[in-house]
C-alpha cells in the first residue's frame, strides 16, 4: 500500500509517499511553510498550503497510484469552522504574542498543571489560550463558529468534509485535555466550548473518502480513504510503541526537538522547565519534555559552513568549549537564560559548529533526564543525520542512540495509521556512549556549568 501523508511542520510543510510493505519514503515534495503577518493577526497561510497539498497529490499519484492518505501536523494549533467548514477566523501563529495581552485573565481560568499536564507557556504555545484571546478580541467572529478543530483534523475536514478530532493533538501542552480522565479539561466546561469540540476519533480512524471534487482535482481514485491524523511528535514516537520493548525513548526532531519517555523512571515531571505530558496516538500519558532545538540551530548555523573534522571535535573537546543555554528563550529546561559561549575565542568553522551539535545534545539529555528516560534512545528527524549530536547525546545519557533512517520519522508514523498490523522499522545505526573519556568529561563540564 502506498500512503500520500501530508506532514504540515512550523518551518516546511511534506507530502511524501510512504510505501507500507518497507515502511520506507518513496517520493517527497516540500513547500516553505510562512506565516502571513496580515491583519487581524499572523496567521498560516492555508490557502496556499491547500493549493500545495493538492497539486503534491496530483504529481505524486502520476509517480506511484496513492492508496491512502493521512495527515500529521505540528501542534499548539487549531482552527474555528463554521457550519460550512469555512474559517471564522485565520488558523493563529502560536509564535504571535498577542495572547499574552490578556494572561491574567487566562490564568484565572486555565487548570492546574495536575489536570492537565500542560505548563504554562508564553505567546500562543497554549492553545487554550489561543482561543480565549480569540473568543475575547473577536466575539462576533467567535460566535459563528459551529466546530474547535485541531489542525491535523482541520486538514481531514477539507479533505472529507467530516469534522473530528484527536488525543494526541489536543493533549499537546493545550490545557483542554484531561490525560488521566481521557476527557477535556475543566476549561473546556469551564469557556462553554465542549459544545464546539468536534467527535474525538482514534488516530488511525478512516474518516471517510476524499471528496468527489478533489478526485477529479488531483486525479486520485474518488473511494481514496482518509484516516484522522496525528500530532507529528505521536507520529514520530508511534512506529516504537508498536515495535519496542519499553523502557526506550524516542526524541523527535524538527522545529521542536521533543524528547520522549516510554516506561522510564517515575519522575515528577516540573511545568517550569517545560516539562509535559502528551498524549500517545494510542491514548496513553507520555512524558515529555521539549526546546526549540531546530530553530536554534538555524540561527546558531545561519550563513555558516557546517563541515567539520576529527581535529575540531578533538580541539572543542579539549579546550572545553562549551555553548551554554538558552538561545531561545520562553521555553525549554533553560526558559529564562540567556546563551553563552566559554572559552570561544578563534573557532573554526567546524569547532563552532562541533560545539553547537555539542549543545543541542546535551539539552536533549537534560530533557531526557527530566522526564525519566531509561533503555535506549531513537532520534528521528533531522538531527538524527547529524552524528557529533547522537555521539555526544550518548555521551551524556549513558545509553546507546539510534540515528532513523528515514529524514522524517513523522511521515512513517503517520502512514502506520492505514496498516492494518504493527511492522518493525529499521533503527538505523547503533551509536554506544564513547569509550573516550573526554567526551563524559565535557558533558559533566556543560551541567556544572548551565
Not at 349 to 367: E, W
Amino acid at each position: 500500500m502506498i500512503v500520500a501523508v501530508i506532514d504540515i511542520g512550523k518551518t516546511n510543510a511534506k507530502v511524501a509517499l510512504v510505501d507500507l510493505a518497507t515502511l520506507s519514503e518513496i517520493a517527497l515534495r516540500r513547500f516553505a511553510n510562512a506565516p502571513v503577518r496580515q491583519a487581524p493577526y499572523p496567521h498560516h497561510d492555508v490557502e496556499a498550503l491547500w493549493t500545495f497539498i493538492l497539486n503534491s497529490l496530483a504529481d505524486l499519484n502520476c509517480e506511484r497510484r496513492i492508496d491512502a492518505i493521512s495527515i500529521t501536523t505540528h501542534g499548539a494549533t487549531g482552527a474555528l469552522v463554521d457550519r460550512s467548514g469555512e474559517l471564522v477566523l485565520p488558523v493563529l501563529d502560536y509564535e504571535f504574542d498577542g495572547p499574552d495581552q490578556l494572561a491574567a485573565d487566562y490564568d484565572a481560568v486555565r487548570p492546574p498543571f495536575g489536570e492537565t499536564g500542560t505548563p504554562r507557556l508564553p505567546i500562543g504555545l497554549n492553545l487554550g489560550a489561543q482561543f480565549f484571546w480569540q473568543q475575547k478580541r473577536f466575539p462576533a467572529d467567535f460566535a459563528m463558529a459551529a466546530a474547535m478543530l485541531m489542525y491535523p483534523q482541520y486538514w481531514a475536514l477539507r479533505l472529507t468534509g467530516i469534522a473530528a478530532n484527536e488525543v494526541s493533538s489536543l493533549g499537546c501542552h493545550t490545557d483542554l485535555w484531561n490525560p488521566w480522565t481521557s476527557d477535556y479539561s475543566s476549561l473546556v466546561d469551564r469557556m462553554d466550548w465542549r459544545r464546539l469540540m468536534a467527535p474525538v476519533r482514534p488516530a488511525k480512524d478512516r474518516l471517510g473518502p476524499i471528496l468527489p471534487e478533489l478526485a477529479r482535482r488531483t486525479g486520485l481514485d474518488p473511494q481514496t480513504p482518509v484516516f484522522c491524523g496525528l500530532h507529528d511528535s505521536n507520529a514520530s514516537l508511534l512506529p516504537h510503541l508498536l515495535s519496542d520493548t519499553p523502557p526506550f525513548s524516542v526524541v523527535s526532531t524538527g522545529t521542536w526537538v521533543v524528547s520522549m519517555a516510554v516506561g522510564g523512571r517515575k519522575v515528577e515531571l516540573d511545568p517550569a522547565r517545560d516539562t509535559l505530558v502528551n498524549i500517545n496516538a494510542l491514548g496513553d500519558p507520555v512524558p515529555s519534555a521539549r526546546f526549540m532545538g531546530g530553530r536554534e540551530f538555524s540561527l546558531l548555523t545561519e550563513g555558516q559552513n557546517q563541515e567539520w573534522s576529527e581535529d575540531d571535535v578533538a580541539a572543542v573537546l579539549a579546550r572545553r568549549v562549551l555553548l551554554l543555554p538558552s538561545t531561545q528563550q520562553g521555553s525549554g529546561p533553560f526558559p529564562h537564560r540567556g546563551a553563552q559561549w566559554v572559552n570561544a575565542g578563534d573557532l573554526t568553522s567546524g569547532q563552532r559548529f562541533a560545539a553547537i551539535s555539542f549543545y543541542l545534545a546535551l539539552t536533549t539529555a537534560t530533557c531526557l533526564e527530566l522526564i525519566g528516560g531509561e533503555g535506549p534512545t531513537t532520534v528521528e528527524g533531522p538531527f538524527a543525520q547529524n552524528p557529533l549530536f547522537i555521539r555526544m547525546l550518548a555521551a551524556a545519557t549513558g545509553r546507546p542512540v539510534a540515528a532513523s533512517e528515514t529524514s522524517t520519522g513523522t511521515s512513517i508514523g503517520a502512514a502506520l495509521l492505514a496498516s492494518d498490523g504493527a511492522t518493525v522499522m529499521g533503527k538505523g545505526e547503533r551509536t554506544e556512549p564513547p569509550t573516550d573519556q573526554s567526551w563524559g568529561e565535557y558533558a559533566r563540564a556543560w551541567r556544572r556549568s548551565a
